[in-house]
């Protein structure tokens, strides 16, 4: 609970300063991140390297990258602490896409879009203003300890018209109703957080990657729409769509669905290689890992 509570006392007053002072705050408790955190800097060194081993031996390289990334993600969680003061229409004027023509096609097939991503940007965004503008928004995440804190993202979310699903049963009920109103769904496979995935090349290393997607997408017939967004350096947002990935039906679901999650990967292995300073993932990928 002191977690909650800690988080709680800063976001209370990042909420109440300007968004420049806010970045300043997250940019200072970046750098002590960076500097002292046990096993955050070193897994997500050993995943950039992983991504970019042209970094393997460029020591030089791979610090400043790593801080680029620390300040990045750091700038990401102001912005979520900024969410209950802020507006839909505050935030559209931060926001640039490309490559709408995928969404647009994606909704015209009538089955919902799911939304396939990585651990990059301020998702809040892009996902207030769609669902504002185009279709109700949902986000498929893992439930955070504590349950204090969970529910304030939830709620907070919630208040700018985005639903927080769970990885559970139900949570996966509620994803396949939204699907089947044509509603939109967010998830991310760049990690396997319930420990089901199916290994699979992610940068050439096997990886456990989620096939969940790809097995909506083959029950249902929806379209995989891989995006990514990432920050500018004025600090407004860049949302990327690619071309949508179809789980096509041979009569071997497992097969079919490794098939596609290959296809979303590779995708998504091109968003992280040109923004490796934004793909914040300190976490365990690959065996091997601190």
């Not at 968004?19 to 002590?32: I, N, T």
């Not at 498929?140 to 639903?163: K, M, V």
């Not at 109703?177 to 699979?200: F, K, P, S, Y």
């Not at 993932?281 to 890992?289: A, K, Q, T």
Request: charged share 25%; aromatic share 10%.
């Amino acid at each position: 609970m002191w977690r909650y509570r800690a988080f709680i006392a800063v976001q209370s007053v990042v909420e109440r300063i300007p968004r420049s002072w806010a970045y300043s705050l997250a940019v200072l408790a970046a750098r002590f991140a960076w500097i002292f955190s046990p096993l955050a800097r070193p897994r997500l060194e050993y995943n950039l390297k992983a991504a970019c081993p042209e970094l393997e031996n460029d020591a030089r390289a791979l610090r400043r990258l790593s801080w680029l990334n620390f300040r990045n993600h750091a700038k990401a969680y102001a912005d979520l602490m900024q969410l209950p003061t802020m507006s839909v229409q505050t935030m559209r004027p931060l926001l640039n896409v490309n490559g709408l023509e995928h969404l647009e096609e994606a909704r015209a097939i009538g089955k919902g879009v799911l939304v396939v991503s990585c651990h990059m940007g301020s998702y809040e965004v892009v996902s207030a203003i769609w669902s504002a503008t185009l279709t109700p928004v949902s986000f498929f995440a893992e439930e955070l300890e504590p349950r204090a804190l969970f529910e304030w993202y939830r709620d907070t979310r919630a208040r700018l018209g985005i639903s927080v699903l769970t990885l559970d049963h139900g949570g996966i009920r509620k994803v396949l109703q939204a699907l089947r109103d044509e509603e939109m769904v967010i998830t991310a496979i760049d990690r396997d957080i319930t420990g089901t995935g199916h290994q699979m090349p992610f940068f050439g290393r096997p990886a456990p990657i989620p096939l969940g997607p790809a097995a909506i997408a083959l029950r249902f017939g929806t379209p995989l729409f891989p995006v990514c967004v990432y920050r500018l350096p004025d600090d407004t947002y860049q949302a990327e769509g690619a071309p949508l990935v179809f789980a096509e039906d041979t009569g071997n679901p497992r097969a079919d669905q490794v098939r596609a999650t290959e296809e979303l990967l590779r995708r998504i292995e091109s968003f992280i290689r040109r923004h490796p300073e934004q793909w914040h993932v300190p976490h365990r990928i690959w065996e091997g890992s601190p």
